[in-house]
């Protein structure tokens, strides 16, 4: 069975510092991934996604993450933390034919002035 | 293109009581779609998903029941309420394909009391 998980429930750094949140999966074939945003009482947003093709995704505000099948990780980075990063992240993993999505249980990002 | 909507936003409702809450999706066709529960410091919960109207799968036992109407409506029901049904939940669609991303709704935040 397919599991996610994320390194740190939450991680805390100062704005302009790199973001770094770590995901790794499990799966027997190299899966569908992505990551989401949940801002609070919101519903998640789709930052990226990996499907296949290039390693490195490029995502929406910045943010961008790198499959290694070797390390099976999916780890999400921004060079420079903004105050409107602040937000639940989670990763995810959907293997090819799958209607569900497995979730990991989420990182909490604060970012401090 | 795409909108997801929930009704209604939020919701405080006696032990015991009755719950309906209502997903529709507009501008796609035969969407699969999900129903998920976040209860504080648990993660997504996957409830229940459907791949066609009248089709529902259920992934966690509980006193909760869904059903699919029509082809863009996804309605989650309970005859009587628990407290452990508190939370926020959320409604997704998503293409069929094997590579399509999945699509949430703004969410219900459910307190029973």
């Known amino acids: 069975a397919q599991s996610v998980t994320q390194l740190g429930s939450h991680v805390s750094v100062s704005e302009g510092a790199l973001v770094l949140l770590r995901c790794n999966y499990s799966?027997?074939?190299?899966?569908?991934l992505f990551w989401y945003v949940q801002y609070p009482n919101q519903g998640l947003q789709l930052l990226l996604k990996?499907?296949?093709?290039?390693?490195l995704v490029k995502g929406i505000n910045g943010f961008e993450a790198e499959f290694k099948k070797s390390e099976t990780s999916f780890h999400l980075t921004k060079p420079s933390a903004h105050m409107s990063d602040a937000a639940e992240y989670f990763c995810a993993v959907r293997q090819g034919g799958s209607e569900k999505l497995v979730f990991g249980k989420g990182t909490k990002l604060t970012v401090n002035p | 293109s795409q909108t997801i909507h929930q009704w209604p936003a939020t919701l405080v409702q006696p032990v015991g009581s009755p719950l309906s809450l209502e997903c529709t999706v507009e501008g796609t066709s035969n969407p699969n779609l999900y129903w998920y529960r976040q209860a504080a410091g648990r993660g997504l919960q996957l409830l229940f998903y459907s791949v066609g109207i009248g089709q529902i799968s259920s992934e966690v036992p509980q006193n909760l029941s869904a059903s699919r109407p029509q082809d863009r409506q996804f309605i989650l029901s309970s005859k009587k309420l628990l407290l452990s049904d508190s939370g926020f939940y959320l409604c997704?669609?998503?293409?069929?394909?094997?590579?399509?991303?999945?699509?949430f709704g703004p969410g219900t935040r459910l307190t029973v009391l």
């Open positions: 799966s027997s074939v190299p899966p569908y």
């Open positions: 997704a669609w998503m293409r069929g394909s094997s590579t399509d991303t999945q699509y």
């Open positions: 990996y499907t296949t093709g290039a390693t």
